[in-house]
């Protein structure tokens, strides 16, 4: 069975740092494209980024660019998100998923990790 | 103001069909693959449909998928309390700088 775990999640003051982190297993972790996508308070989803399966390309929304880090562990099957410079509206539950990148198909979800930015 | 668009919300009775709606461009849906994602409250979403109309396995044959042109619609029929969730279409844009696109969902209550 495929599963992704997120954890990392937490409160943080404005300016500060979190590392979200996706503990994957059921699929071979290094054929597949991941993703990270949030969630902000009663809102819809939001993409954030994405990274290729050898971790060679990666993406930004414009938000998050020069402030997120996306990153993956092959040997640990296991994904990254460094976040620094956090702002308010970074506040969201953060969720990982399996991406097939040209289908625009995320599948499946990890149950996301709640973020939340405040003094 | 999200990429694609969607209702807020549609509804219907139990066992009654709805459709919901999800309007795009032709740099995102007019020619790219369309997903939809169901997500109950409290819950992570779940992909429904995916490459316009294929259902994952498990997902039963009442939901379905269609597109034409720079829409795209989901189908539920026999429509069960169990459905009410938010649902969310998504597609690959090549216009943006963000590749990946959602719309704003869509909230289907069962009367």
């Known amino acids: 069975e495929v599963q992704l775990l997120e954890s990392g999640g937490g409160l943080v003051q404005p300016g500060g740092s979190l590392r979200l982190s996706c503990a994957a297993s059921g699929f071979t972790f290094s054929d597949n494209a991941m993703g990270w996508v949030r969630q902000a308070p009663g809102k819809g989803l939001d993409w954030v980024s994405t990274i290729s399966g050898s971790g060679g390309s990666t993406y930004y929304a414009d938000s998050v660019k020069g402030r997120f880090t996306i990153s993956r562990d092959n040997s640990k099957n296991t994904l990254y998100l460094q976040m620094n410079s956090l702002r308010a509206e970074d506040t969201a539950v953060y969720y990982c998923?399996?991406?097939?990148?040209?289908?625009?198909?995320?599948?499946?979800w990890g149950q996301g990790t709640l973020v939340t930015v405040s003094s | 103001q999200s990429v694609l668009t969607q209702p807020p919300s549609v509804s219907a009775a139990p066992g009654q069909k709805v459709t919901v709606s999800c309007s795009g461009s032709s740099s995102n849906i007019g020619n790219n693959y369309v997903s939809w994602y169901q997500q109950l409250p409290g819950t992570a979403p779940k992909l429904l449909i995916y490459?316009?109309?294929k259902r994952p396995s498990g997902i039963p044959d009442r939901f379905s998928g269609s597109k034409s042109g720079t829409s795209a619609t989901l189908g539920i029929t026999g429509l069960q309390t169990g459905d009410e969730a938010d649902y969310y279409c998504?597609?690959?844009?090549?216009?943006?700088?963000?590749?990946?696109?959602f719309g704003g969902g869509t909230k289907v209550t069962v009367l």
């Open positions: 490459d316009n109309n």
């Open positions: 998504g597609t690959w844009d090549s216009s943006l700088s963000a590749p990946w696109v």
């Open positions: 998923a399996k991406l097939v990148i040209v289908a625009g198909k995320f599948d499946p």
